[in-house]
């Protein structure tokens, strides 16, 4: 492991008096957190000592910051382990990105993240693969797996529950990411896991319709609390609707 000090990012905020967000530990050790400025925006930030890996104490210290400094300031947030050199290093690339920050903190402002993963029930699932013959019949079928035909008709039931999950994904997100949407300021649809989750999404709402936003989930919960569970969460700083990290770590 690198034993060079450095500069580890957590987020931005727009401010222009010097700040302090009390401390935090990263590798092990505890160090102060506090802000670099360059115009109207802040970088919170804090020493540290070689490379910042993604163990689970690292991991919680890097969110954890960033969501007491989201009580007090609209943030973009950095993605894990952006360790710079020096000071001079952190305001060379503030200046840089200063426009596209400056941006960003207009999207963002009394904006916040939320996530919806919907889980569907394995009592459920059951009930919707018996409308279809073929899984249905492989299902509860003994399977003699050295038999030659046995290996065509996986395939074959293969593609058939590939397009099952399929339409329970477009089905999810078609009545339940699609009306959430048109509350949202924006929203995004990540991976989901085939047959584990439906539906894994983002969304980026504006703080004065989060009761709105949370009436419809648990419209839409209703709905459908026979078919899957919801989890519902946030707030958390925005990473789905902020790609500027990427281009950070692409200047150093």
Known sequence: MSTHDGVYLFCAIHEKEPKKF???????KKGGVYTIHFENVAMVVSKVTGDVLPTRPNL??????ITEVMKQYT?????????FHSKNDVL???EHLNEEFENLFSQLDNKMEVGLKVIPKKE???EEMKKNPLLHQWKTSNKDMENPA?????IQVGEQAQNFILHL????????????????EAGKLNKTIPGKTLLNAAFLIDTNHEELFDK???????IWKDKVEFKYSGPWPAYNFVNIVLRIEGKL
Do not use: C
């Open 124 to 126: 459920w699932i059951n």
């Open 169 to 184: 994904e477009e089905q999810a997100a078609e009545e339940i990411f699609e009306p959430l949407l048109e509350i949202a």
């Open 75 to 83: 943030v973009i947030p950095m993605s894990f382990g952006n360790v």
């Open 60 to 65: 919680m210290a890097h969110q954890q910051k």
């Open 150 to 154: 046995s290996f065509y008709d996986q």
């Open 216 to 222: 419809k989930v648990n419209e839409l919960f209703e």
């Open 22 to 28: 009390g401390s935090v530990q990263l590798n092990g």
């Open 92 to 94: 060379l690339i503030m």
